[in-house]
């Protein structure tokens, strides 16, 4: 197994090669039933058709090998893990968000199984105000009640406040660094019971032992977003990684949520709404958004209201759990934290809406899917 592990590490850092085109690699392999220690040990890498430049790279990582073989038993004794993207622990989020463009290993410390969890992701400013970190607070703790993990990206403001908010309420997170895991020494040694414990996984894909950068903190931005199956942005300025972040995921179809900031803010927040982010109120619940734009400017003015019943949002909130099972007109309201909905109020706005059973038992009624199937994501096949 470490050999094989080997060949995996020398593939992720053989330099001046794009992630895709190392997983196209991986993929050729796969169709051919061969391993990518086939790959290496070939003296033509099976035939693939590469470019000059791309063969003279990989000679060059495979007389490399046995610095790989060193760097890989050397992480093994102290407890990492190395986890290839065609390993079932690699975390099915993070492959059907970026596909191609999915890290070729992840390096990790702790519960590997948080892998395999539903997640969220709480972004924003370095810089983040009271509003912000309120939000964030209430986020994280809406997310460990319904024990889904907080991916962080261990900066100050925002990040380490989701990070610290989820263990506060003893839900799970990931910690998604901007350098090598072998240089985090000291956050591993702070948050030792916690990873022991299984509440924190620590989580790398760059070279082990590079240090923290501005780079890397960048590149890291990707892999927090890829983690997750939803996104939560507390505060954005108009350029930065929250800002590139959110506007990337706008435009690859993902639902955003964004915090609907006070009037007097100074934040892009408003921005991001309007360019199809899903607004949210400060304890992350819907927001229905009344906007106006002023001719001269581009300024927009906010007016936050209650979600109407005949607002789309709801409705597929209301779906999305009853995709989980049966439940009563209480037990939805409930669940989604609609306390302003009564139960007569709940039962009208189900009467309305398509694919929706519904089942007596006894006195009280429950409501379920008529079909539970949903469209299939596009996977990568490895």
């Not at 300025?237 to 506007?247: A, E, L, M, R």
């Not at 006894?362 to 379920?368: C, D, E, I, P, R």
Request: hydrophobic share 35%.
């Amino acid at each position: 197994m470490n050999q094989e592990l080997t060949y995996w590490v020398a593939l992720a850092h053989t330099p001046k090669m794009w992630t895709a085109r190392k997983n196209e690699i991986i993929a050729y392999c796969f169709q051919r039933e061969k391993t990518i220690v086939d790959f290496f040990s070939s003296d033509q890498f099976l035939g693939m058709s590469l470019t000059p430049q791309e063969a003279v790279l990989l000679q060059q990582t495979k007389s490399e090998l046995a610095n790989y073989a060193f760097m890989v038993e050397e992480l093994l004794d102290q407890g990492f893990d190395i986890i290839p993207v065609t390993s079932q622990e690699y975390s099915p989020t993070l492959k059907s968000n970026l596909k191609y463009s999915s890290p070729i290993v992840l390096y990790t410390k702790g519960n590997k199984q948080i892998l395999h969890e539903k997640s969220i992701a709480i972004v924003g400013s370095r810089n983040a105000n009271e509003n912000s970190l309120k939000f964030t607070d209430n986020v994280a703790k809406k997310a460990s009640m319904e024990y889904k993990v907080v991916v962080s990206g261990f900066a100050k403001g925002v990040d380490k406040q989701a990070l610290d908010s989820a263990l506060a309420y003893k839900g799970q997170s990931i910690i998604v660094l901007p350098q090598g895991i072998t240089t985090f020494s000291s956050g591993i040694k702070k948050y030792y019971k916690q990873i022991v414990g299984g509440d924190v996984l620590v989580l790398s894909t760059f070279h082990p032992k590079l240090p923290w950068s501005v780079d890397l903190a960048m590149a890291r931005n990707s892999i927090i977003y890829g983690l997750a199956s939803e996104i939560y942005a507390a505060q954005s300025d108009d350029k930065g990684g929250t800002w590139s972040g959110v506007t990337e995921g706008l435009k690859k179809g993902r639902k955003v949520y964004v915090r609907v900031p006070e009037k007097k803010e100074k934040c892009a927040n408003k921005i991001l709404i309007s360019m199809g982010a899903a607004p949210v109120d400060i304890e992350g619940n819907d927001a229905y958004i009344i906007q106006s734009i002023r001719k001269k400017d581009v300024e927009l003015n906010f007016t936050v209201t209650l979600p109407s019943v005949n607002d789309s949002s709801i409705e597929d909130r209301i779906y999305d759990f009853l995709s989980k099972g049966t439940y009563s007109s209480k037990q939805i309201i409930d669940g989604l934290n609609l306390s302003n909905y009564s139960i007569q109020k709940m039962s009208s706005i189900l009467s309305k809406m398509k694919n929706i059973n519904k089942i007596k038992e006894g006195k009280s009624t429950k409501y379920s899917l008529l079909s539970t199937k949903r469209p299939t994501q596009l996977s990568l096949m490895l």
